[in-house]
């Protein structure tokens, strides 16, 4: 029994005979006896009755009628609702944010993004990257938005926005004041790092490497959570530390902390849409399409 042969069952019923559910449903009259044949073959039961000119419902045919019209009507509902994603987004949007693009990029997005789709609403979780990464492969977040890419991960990772790095010192300390300052020059510094799972922590270490000076033979005095703790134990006069300039920016104009004036090109790094190897939901496509750098095409991480 399936959704072809039930509806030319009732369709038969409908307009009396064969010929005339031929006629509407556009197949052959022959298709048409050969389908309900099928049904009543698999029910094992007559359904209905030929006559000259005309068709009955048998007992069994009557049984089947009004149940056959509520399948076909379901059917035709799950039809329509389907047919509506394409039109509508819709639905309640999770996305896990590390803590730069989830405290500073995402929410001065989430207003244009909402008004243009009114019937999403959506949740923000931060956390570090690497969390941010599991919570998707876990299906937890329909949509990431983080700082690295992890290798090994079961997602697909889409180069979206950029960030800046950048070495913030106390405002009255000796660097401040210091031209052109070399990485090797701030191996000596006491340090104030993020977290190990952070997209910053990773991109600064990466970037020490780069420049000659090994992540492990830093004297780090603190590992904390957050960007802003970070500004905060640098204006404490705790150390030095390399953060997003979105996190360092305020704290930059008040003079709170002063900018390192590094001897080499601005730290740049990525921005990465992170989304599940399946199909992504429509409001997690619609969100990935809104972000600034419209979502390049997502690429495996071996």
């Known amino acids: 029994m399936n959704i072809s042969q039930l509806r030319t069952f009732t369709t038969v019923v409908a307009r009396g005979s064969f010929s005339a559910a031929a006629q509407q449903l556009g197949i052959s009259q022959p298709a048409v006896t050969m389908q309900v044949q099928a049904l009543e073959t698999d029910l094992g039961v007559t359904l209905l009755d030929r006559r000259y000119r005309r068709v009955d419902l048998t007992e069994a045919g009557r049984a089947l009628l009004p149940r056959a019209e509520r399948i076909l009507d379901e059917v035709e509902k799950a039809r329509r609702a389907i047919e509506s994603l394409a039109e509508t987004v819709s639905g309640h949007l999770v996305i896990a944010a590390s803590t730069t693009p989830g405290v500073y990029v995402i929410p001065r997005l989430l207003g244009g993004f909402l008004s243009a789709n009114p019937e999403v609403s959506v949740t923000i979780e931060i956390s570090d990257t690497a969390e941010v990464v599991h919570a998707v492969e876990r299906g937890d977040a329909q949509l990431g938005v983080c700082g690295a890419m992890v290798r090994g991960a079961r997602v697909v990772f889409g180069e ?10 106390p ?16 191996a000596d510094a006491d340090w104030v790092m993020r977290e190990r799972g952070s997209g910053t922590r990773q991109v600064a270490e990466e970037t020490l490497a780069a420049n000659g000076v090994e992540p492990h033979e830093l004297r780090v005095v603190a590992q904390l959570g957050t960007g802003e703790a970070i500004v905060s134990a640098v204006e404490g006069g705790l150390g030095v530390g390399m953060i997003s300039r979105f996190a360092a920016e305020k704290a930059l104009a008040t003079g709170a902390v002063a900018l ?3 001897a080499v090109p601005p730290v740049k790094r990525p921005f990465y849409v992170v989304l599940p190897q399946g199909t992504p939901t429509r409001a997690a496509q619609a969100f990935a399409a809104y972000l600034p750098g419209a979502a390049r095409p997502a690429v495996p991480v071996a």
């Open 260 to 262: 390192v004036d590094l």
């Open 160 to 169: 979206d926005g950029s960030d800046e790095l950048v070495v913030i010192c």
């Open 171 to 186: 405002p009255g300390g000796a660097l401040a004041s210091r031209p052109r300052v070399t990485f090797a020059e701030l």
